[in-house]
């Protein structure tokens, strides 16, 4: 089974951002498409993309 390492970050537009790397080979397999205004909303929209948190 594949494990990921899941990352919340702020872009250089400030915005709250999410991506998931795989532990395998690190490579992204996964990120946020657009920008949110707070981090919890970064993660609820990481939720609908698998993050277990």
């Given at each position: 089974?594949?494990?990921?390492?899941?990352?919340?970050?702020?872009?250089?537009?400030?915005?709250?951002?999410?991506?998931?790397?795989?532990?395998?080979?690190?490579?992204?397999?996964?990120?946020?498409?657009?920008?949110?205004?707070?981090?919890?909303?970064?993660v609820n929209?990481?939720?609908?993309?698998?993050?277990?948190?």
């Amino acid at each position: 089974m594949a494990k990921y390492k899941w990352e919340f970050y702020k872009d250089a537009g400030g915005k709250h951002r999410w991506r998931k790397t795989s532990t395998v080979n690190g490579e992204i397999v996964g990120a946020s498409s657009q920008g949110f205004s707070s981090r919890q909303n970064s993660v609820n929209n990481a939720k609908l993309n698998g993050y277990k948190g």
